[in-house]
């Protein structure tokens, strides 16, 4: 664990530096220590639907059918109410307004996606692990992209999350995923709880809710982006709320932006420690990116290399120098020039739109077509590969963990 006075690792480099410079966060041995022990909690309510249908599995239409309004079987009633209960701060208009911000970013948000969330995720060592116990990491790297990308389009569209919609029903399918896999994990005689702590307990929940959420906008503005500071406050809001659904312990929910960076900070002290796995599945994630030139002939070679270098430019913006050297991502500083030049030309574009009266909806409205576009065409390379497509819904960890 690093030096609680001084920034830990992650943000001494890269974008994160300039967070560190600005932003303030810290928190003391007390804060840490209460941190840890939430490593040890898992999700009772979840685990106890999955061990209901481990049981009787030819139940699963019927929670499919609870997620969607209708009436529950009593085996689900507790899970049923508890997130039907919204929480009194969940505002509805500020969750269609952060998925509206979401949303304009269109394909340029995907980066991000990949390039600092997934790919900053990997530096947790401790959360690889149920990972790479799910086994065939560089087959599945490909189709845990689509899924995931799939899955935080269900959940950032707007209107999704209202009860019983798309991305109200894809947060607790994915809670329900997490279940399977922490009940495969703990199944596993090999498990080394001392090391590894609970499989995916809630510090690792709320780890991945920060990447997909203040990992995120920070992302986007490295890459030229401009939010308005309610825009931002509003896309924090949703993924408190898609946090909640997930099963995230309340205490773990960050309010703000302020409470978003401490705890950022706080599981850079603790978690983001990379390991040997984090390398492996490192790997696997640059190798989809090549895979988008295969069967194209020597075009398909160029468009293969210049596509790993822009995301690998990406992830280096973001994560620094030594972590991208660490997990062994290609450094071009021709493809780094071209992002940093790319977000230059963004960020003069987005104050253009910021100026000009209804660009910004139209902004939205080709956002909206471009992140369904992309679904398309990473589809079109698993079937160019002769793989199956994944589903539109996250669903593969629960195959995977069974």
Same mark, same amino acid.
């Given at each position: 664990?690093?030096? @609680?006075?001084?920034? @830990? ?22 804060? #840490? ?38 009436? $529950? ?5 507790? /899970?049923?109410?508890?997130? &039907? ?6 505002? %509805? ?17 995907? /980066? ?10 990997? #530096?947790?060592?401790?959360?690889? !692990?149920? #990972?790479?116990?799910?086994? &065939?990491?560089?087959?599945? +790297? ?41 009940? +495969?994990?703990?199944?596993? @005689? ?13 510090? %690792? ?6 990447? /997909? ?18 825009? !931002? $406050? ?6 408190? *709320? ?9 205490? #773990? ?17 603790? &978690? ?31 468009? =293969? ?20 050297? /660490? ?9 780094? =020039? ?8 963004? *960020? ?5 739109? %910021? ?9 939205? =409205? ?7 576009? *992309?679904? !398309? ?26």
């Amino acid at each position: 664990m690093d030096d @609680p006075e001084m920034p @830990p690792e992650m943000f001494r480099q890269g974008g994160f530096r300039l967070a560190a410079r600005t932003r303030g966060a810290t928190a003391d041995e007390g804060q #840490l220590k209460r941190l840890r022990t939430f490593a040890q909690q898992e999700d009772a309510l979840a685990d106890a639907v999955v061990e209901w249908l481990h049981r009787e599995p030819h139940n699963q239409t019927r929670v499919d059918q609870a997620l969607a309004g209708e009436q $529950a079987p009593p085996e689900l009633t507790t /899970f049923i109410d508890h997130v &039907e209960a919204t929480p009194y701060w969940v505002d %509805q208009r500020r969750l269609v307004s952060g998925a509206k911000a979401i949303t304009r970013a269109g394909l340029l948000g995907l /980066f991000p996606l990949g390039d600092m969330s997934l790919m900053g995720g990997y #530096l947790a060592s401790r959360a690889t !692990k149920s #990972l790479v116990g799910t086994g &065939e990491i560089e087959y599945r +790297a490909p189709r845990r992209l689509v899924e995931t990308a799939a899955w935080w389009i269900d959940v950032t569209t707007p209107g999704a999350l209202h009860k019983h919609g798309t991305g109200y029903q894809a947060a607790l399918r994915i809670r329900l995923v997490h279940a399977h896999v922490r009940r +495969a994990m703990n199944s596993r @005689p090999d498990w080394d709880y001392d090391r590894w702590d609970r499989p995916v307990n809630q510090v %690792q929940t709320a780890g991945t809710l920060l990447l /997909f959420s203040l990992v995120y906008v920070f992302g986007t503005q490295l890459l030229g982006l401009r939010y308005t500071a309610r825009e !931002k $406050a509003d896309i924090l809001h949703l993924w408190r *709320y898609v946090g909640w659904l997930m099963g995230v312990d309340d205490e #773990l929910l960050p309010a703000d932006e302020d409470d978003a960076w401490r705890l950022l900070w706080m599981l850079a002290v603790t &978690e983001f420690i990379p390991d040997d796995d984090s390398k492996r599945l490192a790997r696997a994630l640059v190798d989809t990116h090549a895979a988008i030139g295969e069967g194209r002939g020597a075009a398909g070679k160029v468009l =293969a290399q210049v596509n790993v270098g822009v995301h690998s430019a990406i992830s280096r913006l973001v994560l620094g120098r030594d972590n991208a050297d /660490f997990l062994g991502l290609p450094d071009n500083p021709v493809a780094q =020039a071209a992002v940093l030049a790319a977000a230059g030309v963004n *960020y003069a574009a987005e104050t253009v739109r %910021q100026l000009v009266p209804g660009a910004t909806a139209l902004q939205e =409205a080709l956002g909206a077509f471009g992140r369904r576009r *992309y679904l !398309k065409r990473m589809n079109a390379v698993f079937e160019r590969r002769g793989a199956p497509a994944p589903p539109a819904r996250p669903i593969g960890c629960i195959r995977a963990a069974q």
